[in-house]
């Protein structure tokens, strides 16, 4: 006995609805994957800039430092060459004192008497 083109159309109706599920399924989860991927991606991405970040403010707060080494060094270097001036010419380092202090004086009050 024939089947007849009623149930074959049916049938392949069911069957086509069944593709479209298992494409439906199939597609859902590929984006799944992919949005897991790009997620990974991005997350690695981030992890990286960060740590670039971090590597580079690291980085420019070992050179300040260096630099505010370099800078405490040679001030106390200076400051104690001015010791070591003053200590050797005190006379003269309280004359230059007077007469510094003496111009400075005269500046500021504008010659007036």
Known sequence: MAQSPQHDTN???EAVKADLAQLRGDMT??????RE?????FQ?????AR???KAA???GVDTLNRGYEQVRTQSRERVDDAEQVL???????????FGIGFVVAKVLNGGRH
């Open 11 to 13: 049938a392949e109706l």
């Open 29 to 34: 989860d590929l984006l799944k994957a992919v």
């Open 37 to 41: 991927q790009n997620e990974q991606r």
């Open 44 to 48: 690695d991405k981030a992890h990286q």
């Open 51 to 53: 740590d670039g970040v």
């Open 57 to 59: 403010f690291d980085e």
């Open 87 to 97: 200590s050797n010419h005190p006379l003269t380092s309280v004359m230059a004192a």
